[in-house]
């Protein structure tokens, strides 16, 4: 028998598990349908009705297909590692086995094994990869980007004890046999990350004012306008601790730090994108590395092709500002900034250079 409307629209809400807006194909009469049948016990079908194709093909279909036995046993696997990476919350057990199983993902131990060995190498080296170029590696023939691919990266993981998850923590850990820390972000292979997306606090501390007062003085010489403005530079982020490592860096760029001084005299502010505030962010993120003790901090950023691109930095034997710069800027540009509410800084652009 054909459904009525209203048996229609009962089915689907039964299914879908919530009211729903009105389908199009509802009302249309006599366009192509499915028949639907169920196989009971000693092997006779009992036909259970007839749907409309479009409906099937949107709604059924994945139903059916993640009902099946292989599925239920992909079901397992994926739960699995959702728990091992903390991640088996809410409905995150429902996208990444439609993830998986719409991607066509080989769940192959080796694999993933393969992708966590791939990844402390990258780290290790401080090197820069694009997420989808870095799932291929070791799952060629997968759909990475298929329809699932969003809501696998933006979903989290539990909350920790410390701090809060964000978007592609859950993502990468999935793939390389990480977990969630009880502080921190990821741990993969005993190797802890702190991750961070565009505009994700650096270290959080107490409002920051703008204090231009030595960058007002007039210095006597060369050397006491680069410790004015390292004075500047270490009150505005918050880390007069490490003012030593500010100057040096600050002496390495003499001529830079010259020129937006100069560009502050003759204007009464800072340049745009200036350099001064780039080493603050440089001592915001070295001070925060002493506080949390991960090992590698890695910043991701949507560029503008819509590839998503991670930098790692391999912080474990950085001991001073100028080596943190050398490792970021080899390949990678990073732009920090002070948050609106004025408590910490932040990394607010990760590009790689061309």
């Keep these: 028998m054909n459904y009525g409307k209203k048996a229609l629209e009962d089915l689907y809400n039964g299914i879908a598990g919530k009211p729903v807006q009105p389908r199009k194909h509802l009302s249309v009469l006599g366009e192509a349908n499915v028949s639907i049948y169920a196989k009971e016990e000693g092997g006779n079908t009992n036909h259970i009705g007839d749907v409309s194709k479009e409906y099937y093909d949107e709604i059924l279909k994945n139903r059916v297909e993640l009902g099946s036995q292989a599925n239920v046993s992909l079901r397992g696997v994926v739960e699995q590692r959702l728990d091992n990476c903390n991640g088996n919350i809410d409905n995150n057990a429902d996208i990444w086995q439609n993830y998986m199983l719409e991607g066509a993902f080989d769940m192959s131990d080796a694999n993933f094994k393969s992708s966590e060995e791939y990844l402390l190498s990258l780290m290790e080296q401080s090197t820069p990869f694009y997420l989808t170029d870095f799932i291929k590696a070791n799952w060629p023939d997968a759909d990475v980007t298929n329809k699932y691919y969003k809501p696998a990266f933006l979903s989290i993981p539990k909350a920790p004890v410390f701090g809060s998850p964000g978007a592609g923590e859950l993502y990468l850990a999935y793939f390389v046999n990480g977990n969630k820390p009880k502080k921190g972000d990821l741990s993969v292979g005993g190797v802890e990350v702190e991750l961070?997306?565009?505009?994700?606090?650096?270290?959080?501390?107490?409002?920051?004012?703008?204090?231009?007062?030595?960058?007002?003085?007039?210095?006597?010489?060369?050397?006491?306008?680069?410790?004015?403005?390292?004075?500047?530079?270490?009150?505005?982020?918050?880390?007069?601790?490490?003012?030593?490592?500010?100057?040096?860096?600050?002496?390495?760029?003499?001529?830079?730090?010259?020129?937006?001084?100069?560009?502050?005299?003759?204007?009464?502010?800072?340049?745009?994108?200036?350099?001064?505030?780039?080493?603050?962010?440089?001592?915001?993120?070295?001070?925060?590395?002493?506080?949390?003790?991960?090992?590698i901090f890695m910043s991701f950023f949507i560029q503008e092709d819509g590839r998503v691109l991670l930098k790692p930095v391999n912080m474990r034997k950085t001991s001073n500002l100028i080596e943190l710069h050398n490792l970021i800027s080899k390949d990678t540009f990073f732009k920090f900034g002070v948050n609106r509410d004025g408590g910490g800084w932040s990394l607010d652009r990760t590009q790689a250079k061309n």
């Design 196 to 295: 961070k997306g565009p505009g994700g606090r650096i270290f959080k501390s107490p409002k920051i004012i703008n204090d231009f007062s030595d960058l007002q003085k007039d210095p006597a010489n060369e050397d006491e306008l680069l410790e004015n403005i390292t004075e500047f530079i270490a009150k505005l982020s918050q880390t007069v601790q490490h003012k030593s490592l500010i100057l040096s860096i600050v002496k390495l760029f003499k001529d830079s730090m010259i020129k937006e001084y100069n560009y502050f005299k003759e204007r009464g502010k800072l340049r745009p994108g200036n350099e001064l505030t780039y080493i603050g962010g440089l001592a915001q993120l070295y001070a925060y590395k002493q506080v949390q003790g991960f090992d």
